[in-house]
């Protein structure tokens, strides 16, 4: 929701005490999020057996948002029970104060922290006496698209569910259509991950940035015996997404398979600004009992300047554009390196950015690495590059772009609405081009392949254009 200054809204999530469903949760609701709307989106998903609660509690001396979703005998899963995720290393308990309307403190003792680990892809049982329902990715599917959330927050929490599915897929040599989603396909789970959707959808923010996560080390009890930590599930996340985990103090998850999941699916960036202005601050509280961990994870609301300022030039076709053009050969850097590199460069606010096929001296094979920016941000990206690839020096110059008015749009397709981008060519005809990540997303949403709703997004741009 960028602003007439070409000013836009971030989140930036600080991720020292680990991420969960439900402090994610609490910590948009303690920046401002609509708890009303968000309680009324809730009642309509068409799942039972729970009950969600919002208070203020106080965490390591801070004064924290707590979001719980209370869930009857039938569904009862015992996240929290510390004896039988640790044994003997995890029967500490820590006070809360909670704060009700009458300003009275009551105190409970009640456990920190996150959702429980174990996502399998086999049946259990938590050794309590409870079995839960076991949902495919389908199943979670049809849950969500059964609510009354918007069509962005149910886009939202798809990409997050269809994230989870992708690695426990993996976990557990599956697809992501046949595994069944055990304690992630729970009613909890479905509910935390859709409140998720429905604040980030309400606070309407630009960005989601998260430099790294805090994990903690040990083992876990899973569906499956002790695990060690990170789960397979987090751990996968972690690998495909490129999210980096900071190694903690603590014998304990400190992230879980949602928190993972959230991030892998609504980052949009790795690394912080260059500088930002805070607008807000929320915390939202843990329930596990964990030592050296403040147990709250803060998410920042800040204005932040636009990844492209100038680019409200491109408004004006007639405008040349000054930008900065990078480039540098390569012949001894890995192709995963310079991918990953790439992927750097466009969260960090290239233009463009891309690798060309050369034949360099000797005959040798290399690349040669192409890098677009303004010139506000070249110093940055020059610094990604040296430091993420084996090149010795850089060449820049300074070009002129020429662009054409364009402006965002949706069509509506048998698969939902998808954005475009609508681009007004000097004679006055329209072109539209569907949005690499919103037909991603209609996929992942509907179980389609790429081309097929690509092909769709074109057919109804085309009609709509006529």
């Excluded at 509910?191 to 790294?212: F, N, S, Y």
């Amino acid at each position: 929701m960028s602003n007439e200054q070409g000013r836009q809204r971030a989140l930036i999530f600080d991720g020292t005490s680990g991420i969960s469903g439900d402090m994610t949760v609490a910590a948009l609701l303690d920046l401002g999020a609509s708890e009303e709307r968000l309680m009324a989106a809730l009642a309509t998903l068409p799942v039972h057996g729970f009950e969600a609660r919002v208070s203020r509690v106080t965490k390591s001396g801070l004064s924290a948002c707590d979001f719980d979703v209370v869930l009857d005998d039938e569904h009862q899963n015992h996240d929290h029970d510390m004896a039988w995720l640790f044994g003997e290393n995890g029967t500490d308990e820590h006070e809360h104060h909670h704060h009700h309307d009458g300003g009275h403190e009551h105190h409970h003792h009640h456990d920190e922290g996150h959702e429980h680990c174990h996502e399998h892809a086999h049946g259990h049982d938590h050794g309590h006496g409870h079995h839960h329902a076991h949902r495919s990715l389908a199943d979670v599917r049809a849950v969500i698209e059964a609510s009354g959330l918007t069509a962005r927050a149910k886009e939202l929490a798809l990409a997050v569910f269809g994230k989870l599915a992708e690695a426990e897929a993996k976990a557990h040599g599956a697809t992501p259509d046949t595994v069944m989603l055990h304690e992630v396909g729970a009613v909890d789970s479905i509910v935390d991950i859709c409140a998720v959707a429905a604040c980030l959808d309400d606070l309407g923010v630009d960005q989601v940035v998260v430099p790294c996560l805090s994990e903690g080390h040990g083992t876990i009890r899973c569906a499956h015996g002790m695990m060690p930590i990170p789960v397979p599930a987090v751990a996968n996340l972690c690998s495909a997404a490129g999210i980096e985990l900071v190694p903690a103090p603590v014998h304990g998850e400190l992230v879980t398979p949602t928190g993972a999941a959230i991030v892998a699916a609504l980052r949009t960036s790795a690394e912080l600004p260059d500088s930002y202005r805070i607008l807000a601050c929320g915390y939202g509280a843990g329930k596990r009992a964990y030592e050296n961990t403040a147990g709250v994870l803060r998410v920042t609301l800040a204005e932040v300047a636009g990844a492209r300022d100038e680019e409200a030039a491109d408004d004006d076709p007639g405008a040349e554009h000054p930008v900065t053009k990078l480039e540098c050969d390569l012949d001894d850097c890995t192709g995963e390196a310079l991918g990953r590199t790439i992927e750097l460069l466009m969260a960090a606010g290239a233009r463009d950015a891309h690798a060309v096929p050369v034949v360099m001296k000797k005959g040798r094979p290399g690349y040669q690495l192409e890098v677009i920016c303004d010139e506000s941000n070249q110093q940055q990206l020059m610094d990604l590059i040296f430091e993420n690839t084996t090149t010795i020096g850089i060449r820049s110059m300074t070009m002129l772009r020429h662009p054409l008015r364009r402006q965002p749009d949706e069509v509506q397709t048998r698969f939902g609405s998808i954005a475009t981008k609508r681009v007004v060519l000097p004679n006055g005809s329209v072109r539209s081009y569907p949005e690499y990540g919103s037909v991603v997303a209609a996929c992942e949403r509907t179980g389609a392949s790429f081309q097929e709703v690509f092909r769709a997004v074109e057919a109804a741009a085309v009609e709509a254009d006529a």
